[in-house]
């Protein structure tokens, strides 16, 4: 009889391990587990400070001071964190949880992040996407492979550095010369539709796709470009452009393909919420970063000679461009619970009921 109900407690806790939805990640430092890490490039958060409030204390290569939002997504689906597809522990079992191959730096055009040299390019992540696929097919077979990549979820951030690390790189960059801003930004969603197409024609069919933050605003530009404290007008009017035509796009392929496979998260909307009034998210400041140098804490790299602040969570920023856990947080509840104008056209609690299968 107990040994029954031992035997039957296990049965359920493996249908429940490989019932467990599989998660991948696709994009850049905003969603990077640590993939750079193995990369001869300059594009990394693998040392102290970063991580001190990872439940190891330890640098794990995410751009964080702890969890970032594939983290508390993993959360949400009951999973651990999904492991960097150039880990060497992504073996065996680990397999089944799913992959990121997001590598900080990197945008949806090519020449995206050049100066950093080395990192996984948007098509790249994909061709290993598809090197997973094979890899798991030697392992449990083409057709759970396939039920495995159908039924899991996706969440791919890019297009932030196509204007911060390309267009606004530099005075007169060669793509601001090439093209007039609602020019580019017409061509980096061309682009990302292909991009997309790709991802459904691997097999995606549930994917989360963010837009990019309120760019003129974080430490680094209020640092480099602001003279007031003000959010730079031009990377504004480049994510006022941008935003709303993802969206378009995203709408346009779901009535393509007939279903609803790209969820948009209006993680503008999201940011701007604390940005404009930081107290009532419990912040402190979402003008200074964390950890850096400078006005704002916003020039150069977050380093150990770098100023700290004690409290992490009373800061939007932990870096100069990048969240820290506790916004990342607020933004993953808006992902799981949020209305219609901050997840389109429906939440992940809404995403799970539906794809459950009971
Ligand atoms: C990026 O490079 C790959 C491989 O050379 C190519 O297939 C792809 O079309 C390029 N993407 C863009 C946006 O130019
Ligand atoms: C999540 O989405 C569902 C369906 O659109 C909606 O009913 C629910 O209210 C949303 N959650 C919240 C907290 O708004």
């Keep these: 009889m107990a040994l029954g109900v031992v035997l039957m407690a296990l049965g359920s806790i493996i249908t429940t391990q490989v019932e467990a939805r599989a998660f991948f990640v696709f994009g850049d430092s905003l969603v990077d587990n640590g993939n750079n890490n193995y990369l001869a490039t300059t594009a990394r958060a693998d040392s102290p400070p970063y991580g001190i409030d990872y439940p190891t204390h330890r640098p ?9 939002i594939p983290d ?3 959360q949400q689906l009951g999973a651990d964190p999904t492991l960097p597809y150039l880990s060497p522990e992504l073996t065996g079992e680990n397999l089944l949880v799913g992959a990121n191959f997001a590598s900080a730096g990197v945008g949806i055009l090519n020449d995206t992040g050049i100066q950093f040299v080395n990192i996984i390019r948007m098509f790249r992540q994909f061709d290993y996407f598809q090197e997973y696929q094979n890899r798991l097919t030697a392992q449990i077979g083409a057709e759970q492979t396939a039920e495995l990549v159908n039924e899991a979820l996706y969440l791919i951030c890019c297009g932030g550095n196509d204007f911060v690390n390309n ?3 530099v005075p007169y960059s060669a793509r601001s010369r090439q093209y007039r801003l609602p020019d580019y930004v017409k061509y980096i969603i061309s682009e990302y539709k292909k991009l997309l197409m790709r991802l459904y024609d691997l097999g995606a069919r ?3 796709v963010t837009g990019t933050g309120p760019m003129g605003c974080v430490p680094a530009e209020l640092a480099m470009r602001s003279t007031n404290g003000q959010c730079d007008p031009q990377l504004m009017q480049a994510a006022a452009l941008y935003n709303p035509q993802l ?3 995203l709408r346009d392929l779901n009535n393509d393909y007939g279903s609803d496979i790209f969820i948009a998260a209006n993680t503008q909307r999201m940011h701007s919420d604390f940005i404009s009034d930081p107290q009532q998210y419990g912040f402190e ?6 950890c850096g140098q400078g006005p704002y804490n916003g020039l150069g790299l977050c380093t150990a000679a770098s100023n700290l602040c004690p409290d992490r969570d009373l800061y939007a920023f932990w870096d100069a461009f990048h969240p820290s856990e506790k916004a990342n947080r607020l933004i993953v509840q808006q992902i799981t619970t949020g209305a219609n104008e901050y997840i389109y056209p429906m939440n992940l609690s809404t995403i799970l009921a539906l794809d459950s299968r009971t």
Excluded at 285 to 290: E, G, M, N, Y
Aim: glycine residues 12%; charged residues 10%.
């Design 60 to 68: 794990t290569g995410r751009f964080s001071n702890g969890y970032n």
């Design 72 to 74: 508390l997504i993993s």
């Design 167 to 169: 267009y606004y790189l």
């Design 206 to 208: 549930r994917v989360l």
């Design 247 to 249: 969206q378009g796009m």
């Design 285 to 290: 400041t979402s003008k200074v970063a964390c």
